[in-house]
């Protein structure tokens, strides 16, 4: 979902956003107090995740989301790490 949010011509990242009720929705999640408090757990758990890649004479370990905001207005916003840009830029 996150990814899905990349332009095809962007040349760098920037602030992405997300709805929180789309994400529970999505997640298929049941819409009640707990709901909220599971999906900052599960952004939690994201930016903490370690993804490995292979290049050439080294392994680079990084993580997806460098930060998150969850916002008052019910928006979660996020940037990607800057050691994915030539993963998934252009």
Same mark, same amino acid.
């Given at each position: 979902?996150?990814?899905?949010?990349?332009?095809?011509?962007?040349?760098?990242?920037?602030?992405?956003?997300?709805?929180?009720?789309?994400?529970? &929705?999505?997640?298929?999640?049941?819409?009640?107090?707990?709901?909220?408090?599971?999906?900052?757990?599960?952004?939690?758990?994201?930016?903490?995740?370690?993804?490995?890649?292979?290049?050439?004479?080294?392994?680079?370990?990084? &993580?997806?989301?460098?930060? &998150?905001?969850?916002?008052?207005?019910?928006?979660?916003?996020?940037?990607? &790490?800057?050691?994915?840009?030539?993963?998934?830029?252009?």
């Amino acid at each position: 979902m996150m990814a899905s949010q990349i332009h095809p011509d962007d040349d760098s990242f920037t602030f992405y956003e997300i709805g929180a009720n789309k994400l529970i &929705s999505l997640m298929g999640l049941e819409k009640d107090k707990r709901a909220y408090e599971r999906l900052k757990e599960m952004i939690t758990r994201l930016q903490t995740r370690i993804m490995k890649i292979q290049e050439p004479g080294q392994e680079v370990r990084v &993580s997806w989301v460098a930060s &998150s905001v969850y916002r008052d207005d019910g928006m979660i916003e996020f940037e990607f &790490s800057k050691r994915l840009r030539p993963y998934l830029l252009q």
